[in-house]
């Protein structure tokens, strides 16, 4: 059965930082898009970045500059770097894993306030 399971969100202040990491229990871990996507509270959820199998990221404009999205093959770990947070970026966050199917984990609280 695959597993992403999410760590690291937490409270943190406006231009503040965190790191999320998200282990994967997926035997061809390599050979999967990776992403993070978000869902506010009365919000759908948006993809906020995505790394594929060659390493090429990409990321929602309003993230960009501000966070980095990478991934550890060897570990089978994909993490999201968060800089400069701000209000608007309060969500859950999940781990995603995308090749013919997309996996979810359960998601992670990320909340920014003073």
């Known amino acids: 059965q695959v597993q992403l399971v999410e760590s690291g969100g937490g409270l943190v202040q406006p231009g503040g930082s965190l790191r999320l990491s998200c282990a994967a229990s997926?035997?061809?871990?390599?050979?999967?898009?990776m992403g993070w996507y978000r869902q506010a509270p009365g919000k759908q959820r948006e993809l906020v970045a995505t790394?594929?199998?060659?390493?090429?990221?990409n990321y929602v404009d309003s993230v960009k500059g501000r966070f980095t999205i990478s991934r550890d093959n060897a570990r089978k770990m994909v993490y999201l770097q968060m800089n400069n947070l701000k209000p608007e970026d309060t969500a859950v966050y999940y781990c995603?894993?995308?090749?013919?199917?997309?996996?979810w984990g359960q998601g992670t609280q990320v909340t920014v306030s003073s």
């Open positions: 995603n894993a995308q090749r013919v199917i997309h996996y």
């Open positions: 790394i594929n199998t060659g390493g090429n990221t």
């Open positions: 997926l035997s061809t871990f390599s050979l999967y898009t």
